[in-house]
């Protein structure tokens, strides 16, 4: 089992929210995750990306309970570097599709030294670089 995990915002998202049919999936690969005494990772974009809906709803609890699982979890942030940015822009140039959002959290993870980058973004599979694990093939 991985050492380090890079959790993309759409997992989070599903955990805090408790959103099936995904919640129950990324309970049980992050308590096995647990068992074996992981590190989980995200960056500073998983923020800005999950912290939209909150915002907007004025749903202050939502992004409470966001952050107390980060901080129960004892999640490692990556913060956006030059180093991150200019990563993110080779990604995007050898994967031409990728998002900004996406090569920039693909780059963080790399640049953190993760062993897997746990999404549900299914085009992010592509991506050599990283060992990804899809959500939606559990």
């Not at 570097?81 to 998002?99: F, L, M, N, T, V």
């Not at 959290?105 to 899809?134: G, I, P, W």
């Amino acid at each position: 089992m991985a050492k380090k995990v890079f959790i993309d915002t759409n997992p989070l998202i599903y955990l805090v929210a408790q959103q099936e049919p995904f919640y129950s999936k990324v309970v049980k690969f992050m308590s096995d995750c647990i068992a074996e005494d992981v590190e989980f990772y995200t960056s500073t974009i998983t923020d800005a990306e999950f912290l939209v809906k909150p915002f907007e709803d004025k749903d202050n609890e939502q992004a409470e309970r966001y952050r107390d699982y980060l901080n129960k979890l004892e999640f490692v942030k990556c913060f956006i570097s030059e180093q991150i940015g200019e990563r993110a822009a080779k990604i995007r140039a050898d994967y031409h599709d990728i998002k900004l959002g996406d090569a920039l959290q693909m780059a963080a993870s790399l640049d953190c030294n993760c062993d897997v980058f746990f999404t549900n973004d299914k085009q992010l599979k592509r991506v050599t670089e990283a060992h990804v694990v899809y959500l939606g093939e559990l």
